[in-house]
């Protein structure tokens, strides 16, 4: 907890946890306001568990939420009821605390001198010259001058972002790089899966952001509010402003857990669980332990999602315990999936549906999760199956493993970048933006069609570095992405089949097949991902060492 004041009445701070109750009562606070909205984050605690220890510490709790950069007048009007009506002093947080300044900035403005407001944000340790200037502009930031300026801009810091900015410094060392991200922690969330299956401890897949960002890089810890590519400019929280020459955009997708009524309410009880947040992970090997009898959900959204087999993971580790348990037999297993097929490349589904059977398990096709009753232990799903009517059923469970709708994040749907379905528009081969010519993207957040993987990051760096070197030096692209994505499918401990393929569904087995054939269940697949794979992506992939990644060279460059 990092409690930073900026005058007697108010304090902001970055993200708080329940635990901090006790701690923020003990320094004198009569109450909280949560500026940020829930589900941004993946290791973040919903409102509600914030409001439930805040009461039981005596604390009154608001909930004044702001999409992350986008600090509007209604949010300013909110910001300032809420300070009026609550005791104080009051705690104001957000993911870092930025939102929250950046709210207190904007009501001062009103009836305190702009000197003054920026002397307390400063001394609290935020930066609120980029508010002084978007007031003097008429509620616009200006962009035609930066903050700072960079040759490469990177936003985002997740595999995508931290391998490219490593991949680039092994091409150009003297390149001045930054990244942009506000995160303190960075997951390796291919390991969450196996927190679920009881496998991986969750503190294992985290590591401090500041230990990972490839030495000479400048790590920028904000949060992006917009761009402005026909200036070059990338705005900030607080409204800084951060100039490039060029620009990378990786930034992840968002987890859209309110999309289903009721989920957030009930995530992390009442038996619903999900091995997509770092703090639920451990709650689904939980609830697989202690279940002996009843129903068992696990749902998948529509399509595009991150790691598209990890829902139907779940449900195989699950499986394969109650199985070594003897639990089976008295476990109701069902598969929700809001799409028509198990798993989009063909080629893996018979080794797959082995494992449906063995668990017994039951597919339901077309099933969309649309609400959650946590309480009463029920899931309403929309089913819209081809030829018929849509129509709803509601189905009880006992446990329930839920894969939230999934999208581009709010400030990437909202900008120039994005096409009309909001994901940043690349051309799939170059991965470079089709319309600005000094912009590129990679992992989850760009419309490629190809799986939103790790693994497909970790193809993709080397490609993006090696054609933005080729472009500062006046050349064209030199090299493609063939749509490379892995999903190592854990459909028993010690068994993995490896799911690798490339556009279209073509197969693009790393391995011969006489040392690992993918379409089968093999325990080599599993030694490679229980014990080759996190080394790899911590000492290799993030370090810009391209082991099994080097770039395919562009065929129209070659000839």
């Known amino acids: 907890m990092q409690l930073r004041k900026i005058n007697e009445k108010v304090t902001v701070s970055p993200q708080i946890t329940a635990a901090d109750m006790a701690a923020i009562k003990a320094e004198g606070f009569r109450a909280i306001i949560c500026n940020r909205p ?18 039981a510490a005596g604390l009154e709790a608001r909930y004044v939420p702001v999409q992350s950069g986008m600090v509007k007048d209604d949010d ?14 009051v705690l104001a947080y957000c993911r870092t605390g930025t939102r929250s300044a950046t709210l207190w900035s904007f009501h001062e403005s009103k009836k305190r001198p702009m000197p003054e407001i920026l002397a307390a944000t400063k001394a609290a340790g935020y930066d609120m010259n980029g508010v002084a200037r978007r007031i003097a502009n008429g509620g616009k930031t200006p962009t035609d001058t930066g903050d700072a300026h960079y040759e490469v801009v990177i936003v985002g810091a997740g595999a995508g972002g931290i391998s490219v900015a490593a991949s680039l410094k092994a091409r150009k060392a003297g390149l001045k790089i930054a990244v942009i991200d506000p995160a303190e922690i960075h997951y390796y969330q291919p390991g969450w899966t196996m927190v679920g299956g009881g496998i991986f401890d969750a503190q294992s897949t985290a590591k401090t952001m500041g230990s990972l960002i490839p030495k000479g890089v400048h790590w920028v810890k904000s949060a992006v509010a917009a761009f402005e590519p026909a200036n070059n400019a990338v705005i900030l929280d607080g409204c800084r402003v951060v100039k490039y020459d060029r620009l990378v955009v990786c930034p992840g997708l968002k987890l859209d ?4 009524e009721g989920l957030e309410d009930t ?24 279940m002996k009898e009843g129903r068992a959900l696990f749902t998948q959204p529509p399509m ?3 790691c598209a087999g990890a829902p139907q993971k779940a449900m195989y580790l699950s499986g394969d315990a109650w199985f070594r348990n003897g639990a ?25 549906m082995d494992y449906v059977e063995k668990y017994d398990a039951t597919l339901n096709f077309f099933h969309n999760l649309v609400a959650v009753d946590g309480p009463a232990k029920t899931a309403t799903f929309k089913v819209a199956k081809p030829d018929t009517d849509p129509s709803e059923v509601t189905i009880e469970f006992d446990m329930m493993h839920v894969c939230p709708p999934q999208t581009a994040p709010d400030f990437i749907r909202v900008s120039p970048l994005a096409d009309a379905a909001g994901w940043v528009d690349v051309d799939q081969s170059t ?18 069609p190809n799986a939103k993987t790790a693994a497909a990051a970790r193809k993709q760096a080397p490609t993006v570095a090696d054609n933005i070197i080729a472009d500062m030096a006046g050349r064209s692209a030199v090299a493609q992405y063939d749509g490379y994505g892995s999903c190592p499918l854990t459909v028993e401990r010690g068994k993995i089949v490896l799911a690798e393929f490339g556009y279209g569904g073509a197969l693009k087995p790393s391995f011969p097949s006489f040392l690992l054939d993918g379409t089968k269940p093999s325990r080599a697949a599993w ?7 996190p080394p790899i992506y911590w000492k290799a992939m993030l370090k810009g060492k391209e082991w099994m990644a080097k770039p395919e060279k562009l065929k129209v460059a070659a000839e």
């Open 38 to 55: 829930d589900g941004e984050g993946v290791d973040q605690p919903s409102f509600e568990e914030i409001e439930i220890a805040a009461k």
């Open 527 to 533: 030694f490679l991902k229980e014990t080759v794979l």
């Open 76 to 89: 300013v009007a909110a910001f300032g009821a809420a300070l009026k009506e609550i005791q104080r002093p």
């Open 304 to 306: 595009p999602i991150k």
């Open 267 to 290: 995530l992390g009880r009442n038996g619903v669980t999900s091995n997509y947040r770092y703090d639920l992970a451990p709650y689904t090997w939980q609830l697989v332990q202690e």
């Open 328 to 352: 089976l037999k008295d476990v109701d297993i069902q598969f929700m999936n809001a799409g028509g097929v198990l798993f989009g490349v063909k080629d893996y589904v018979p080794a797959l």
């Open 257 to 260: 857990w309110d999309k289903v």
């Open 431 to 448: 991965l470079r933006h089709k319309e600005f010519d000094n912009i590129w993207s990679l992992g989850d957040v760009m419309n490629a």
